[in-house]
């Protein structure tokens, strides 16, 4: 336990000074999140909103929660990894007793810590550009979202992890996340609220992983009605399906692994 | 002795020909991409379809745009992502590797322009089925639009103005990605610089009109989503009208100066890598 936490903190320190270094760059990846506030100005523009039964005020809290939730569930493990793979930088971290991806997953955390600054000063600006559109959520909701967002995060790193174990086989597995991302873009409620779904698709929906990485942890944050107790299960269900498969598959990669490079 | 301008031009010709058929002959090395980007982009269009088709629920127009006219919106925003698989992405999200690893010294000392050889060193034929997509949709909207848009389309001169305005959009796009890649020079961690275009052009799938007033100035001045994908499709619909189309032109002309400017003034700045 002890080494445990000793490990943890140097990680994260590390990874954090590492993270500052590169801030001009989180910057710009906090800029690239925008799309939910893209499409709040489409949605606000449209009569769609009110036909599903969202007044604007919900909408804008929908869309500016699942702004803030795409910030800090964003996960890059697989270029990283491939990059590492391909340069032959992964064998010295295999030699480490510790497995590479608590570093990748510290490495992370502290990208999402170095991100705070921005997001905040993008909603000052969205803010000043349209006063009355941001909220303070109560208590409750704040720390009942920010738990669903770590958790949303753990499930889409556990997610990428699987397909970061096809590097082992395949050299452009970059691309295959990259299918993955379709089904997170359209059903994860990104750029549409779930209630706006037509019944069946909804259902389809619920059905997938996806919708718990954006559209449980948005709508916690919006203040809206929702299951609490549902969604975490469904993220837990999901985290535990997928959990042995990780394992396995990194333990089946790692036996291939030739040291590209090195 | 031909005139040097036309030697000039067949030499770069013959360069193109070079470039493109040995990334050509690397790219078919993956014969898997092939299945990943078409199911990619038949996946991508089903799901902007469907978003689309949830924006039209509450009325029959979206910012003023009948369904039928917002589809060559879409159509237009396929085709200019192709666009950018094809040639824009694989050349100019290169270009910080060059300045990183120093070999930009090798692309300057070559006796040939270094700005056409930073852009159309290679091309990948993974971004065809986007095209492929996109003029399909454009001419299903087309058709579906009626006689009143065809008919806006029967004069050469119509399909001629189209046509510019489209190039004007691939002229924008290009300038864009390229000061942005060029931007490198001074910030040389900046891969993540062309992705930000990437999700930001985004709000090209959506007529400008769309839009809250203030995101249709920014849409317009700033970064100019606009000449992309609205003024053509307003073309093709056959209700462009000459004040947007003379700022299309324009606004290409000035970026693709701009590019020109920049890239001349960055070179000056670059000092190479471990130097």
């Known amino acids: 336990m002890r080494r445990a936490w000793r490990v943890a903190r140097a990680l994260l320190g590390s990874q954090y000074a590492l993270m500052l270094e590169y801030r001009a760059e989180i910057a710009l990846w906090a800029l690239s999140g925008v799309l939910p506030l893209i499409m709040l100005g489409v949605w606000s523009g449209s009569g769609a909103g009110a036909a599903a039964g969202l007044t604007p005020q919900q909408l804008s809290h929908y869309f500016l929660a699942a702004f803030v939730v795409r910030q800090f569930t964003v996960v890059w493990l697989i270029h990283v990894f491939e990059e590492d793979a391909l340069q032959g930088r992964l064998s010295p971290l295999l030699l480490q007793p510790l497995s590479p991806l608590w570093r990748y997953l510290a490495s992370h955390f502290s990208e999402q810590a170095t991100r705070v600054p921005f997001v905040v000063l993008m909603l000052v600006v969205v803010g000043l550009a349209a006063p009355g559109v941001l909220w303070w959520p109560s208590a409750g909701a704040l720390l009942l979202g920010a738990l669903a967002i770590l958790a949303a995060f753990l499930l889409r790193f556990l997610l990428q992890v699987i397909v970061t174990t096809l590097c082992f086989w395949s050299e452009r597995a970059a691309a295959l996340d990259r299918l993955l991302l379709i089904p997170y873009l359209f059903l994860s409620g990104l750029v549409a609220p779930l209630d706006t779904f037509p019944p069946a698709v909804r259902r389809l929906a619920l059905a997938t992983p996806f919708p718990w990485m954006v559209d449980f942890p948005a709508r916690l944050l919006a203040g809206e009605p929702v299951n609490a107790a549902l969604g975490f299960g469904a993220i837990a269900a999901w985290c535990l399906v997928l959990l042995p498969m990780a394992h396995l598959l990194w333990r089946a990669g790692l036996r291939r692994y030739s040291a590209m490079g090195a | ?275």
Not at chain 2, 168 to 185: E, K, M
Not at chain 2, 258 to 266: E, P, V
């Open chain 2, 1 to 275: 002795m031909r005139p040097p301008l036309i030697r000039d031009i067949r030499r770069y010709a013959r360069s193109l020909r070079c470039f493109w058929g040995t990334s050509l002959a690397a790219e078919l090395e993956y014969p898997l991409n092939a299945a990943i980007e078409l199911v990619s982009v038949l996946g991508n269009l089903a799901g902007s379809l469907f978003v689309l088709q949830l924006l039209f629920a509450g009325g029959p127009s979206l910012g003023g745009w009948s369904w039928s006219g917002a589809l060559v919106v879409l159509g237009l925003y396929t085709l200019l992502d192709g666009f950018t698989t094809c040639l824009l992405q694989p050349n100019l999200s290169r270009i910080v590797n060059h300045v990183q690893t120093g070999t930009l010294d090798y692309v300057l000392l070559k006796p040939i322009d270094s700005q056409f050889w930073l852009s159309a060193r290679t091309v990948s034929p993974w971004g065809l089925p986007a095209m492929a997509a996109g003029l399909g949709l454009i001419g299903w909207a087309l058709a579906q639009a009626g006689p009143g848009a065809a008919a806006g389309l029967r004069s050469p001169g119509a399909v001629l103005l189209a046509l510019a305005l489209l190039l004007a959009a691939l002229v924008i796009l290009y300038s864009l990605w390229f000061v942005l890649a060029a931007l490198s020079i001074w910030f040389v961690k900046v891969w993540n610089a062309t992705e930000v275009l990437r999700y930001t052009l985004v709000a090209g799938r959506y007529p400008i009109s769309a839009y809250p007033p203030a995101l249709r100035l920014l849409f317009t001045f700033v970064l100019p989503v606009a000449f992309l994908t609205t003024v053509p499709a307003e073309a093709l619909l056959g209700r462009g009208s000459a004040l947007w189309a003379v700022g299309s032109l324009v606004v290409a002309l000035l970026c693709l100066a701009g590019s020109r400017l920049l890239w001349r003034f960055a070179q000056r700045f670059y000092t190479s890598a471990s130097s």
